[in-house]
């Protein structure tokens, strides 16, 4: 529903939308959160200090000035919410706790600043957020109540959803995030192709995946950050991304909490699919928050393509 007297469609702004909704006060107000801290987050990446921080992430990955930052700032803001129990971002060893009583509250999975290493050469980089009802972060993707992200490009974008479609908001020049695609949708198949990790360490299977894509006449568009890369999936409505197992990595690199549920609920509900190779990312039971996996994401028969190359049939 639309309910800006005097505005047209796209100059609605994120709240008012996110009432239209019908969803909790509580929601509409913790995506709000976000969508303010990512102001702070797109500041700091404009204008920050490009150095690093002196120390390391969970996965032992050196941290930036700019992800203990955006980390800080995040965190902050979800903090005093009022309406977050349980944080949990890729910079944290441990969940952070903000209150022990769950009624009415949601946990929140992000990570503050992805692609990172794409900073000092001033590409695109995002921040994605996964939502849940309750205290319990370790639960199977398609349990999220909402995911979102957004992408710190030449223009800022937030696209989330809340189970009922994908929507992009654009932020204007009064720093306001406005209405911009509704109701996104994937083609069943595309004719792009976001390839990561080294292509030497694939096996043979994902090998002769990647030359049926070639074959078929799909282009290779890969930025190296995983926010703009499927973004551009998402907004051309075509495409896959993959980051498959590798040699000496069997699970990939990307994170299940951080990154993959929330690209996979977002993927899923404009209508496209993500699996790792086997079953749907939203269907995996999280053993730990650093949990990686391989994936398969975008188009539904370009990722279902995938999985008959993995198990063989093809
Ligand atoms: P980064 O290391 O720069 O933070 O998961 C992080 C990520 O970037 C993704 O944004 C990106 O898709 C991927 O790693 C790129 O990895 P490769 O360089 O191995 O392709």
């Keep these: 529903m639309f309910s800006q007297p005097g505005k047209t469609k796209f100059q609605v702004d994120l709240r008012q939308h996110l009432r239209d909704q019908n969803i909790s006060g509580n929601l509409v107000h913790l995506i709000c959160e976000v969508a303010e801290a990512s102001k702070y987050v ?63 509250m949601f946990s929140v999975a992000y990570d503050p600043l992805d692609g990172s290493s794409l900073v000092d050469v001033n590409l695109a980089v995002g921040t994605i957020v996964g939502i849940y009802q309750g205290q319990d972060l370790l639960q199977p993707g398609r349990k999220m109540v909402g995911a979102m992200y957004i992408l710190y ?79 551009q999936i998402l907004m051309k409505g075509k495409g896959l991304f993959m980051y498959p197992a590798l040699d000496g990595s069997p699970n990939g690199k990307l994170r299940l909490l951080f990154e993959l549920n929330p690209m996979a609920f977002l993927l899923e509900q404009a209508g496209g699919a993500a699996t790792n190779g086997e079953i749907p990312i939203l269907d995996i039971e999280p053993e730990g928050l650093d949990q990686r996996c391989p994936v398969y994401i975008g188009c539904r028969e370009d990722v279902s393509k995938a999985g008959e190359f993995l198990n063989g049939t093809c």
Excluded at 84 to 96: H, K, L, Q, T
Excluded at 201 to 229: A, T, W
């Design 153 to 231: 490009g030449p223009r800022v974008s937030l696209v989330y959803s809340v189970g009922k479609g994908v929507y992009e908001f654009t932020m204007n020049q009064l720093m306001e995030y406005t209405l911009t695609r509704e109701q996104i949708q994937m083609k069943p198949c595309g004719d792009i192709y976001s390839p990561g990790g080294l292509r030497k360490k694939y096996n043979e299977s994902n090998e002769r995946f990647i030359r049926y894509l070639e074959e078929k006449g799909s282009k290779l568009r890969y930025s190296g950050g995983f926010v703009p890369d499927i973004n």
């Design 42 to 104: 797109i500041n700091a990446v404009r204008t920050g200090d490009l150095g690093v921080a002196g120390t390391s992430n969970l996965y032992g990955e050196e941290q930036l000035a700019l992800d203990v930052l955006s980390d800080r700032i995040m965190r902050k803001r979800l903090q005093h919410s009022g309406v977050v129990c349980n944080i949990a971002s890729e910079e944290m060893e441990e969940i952070f706790q903000v209150t022990s009583n769950p009624q009415g």
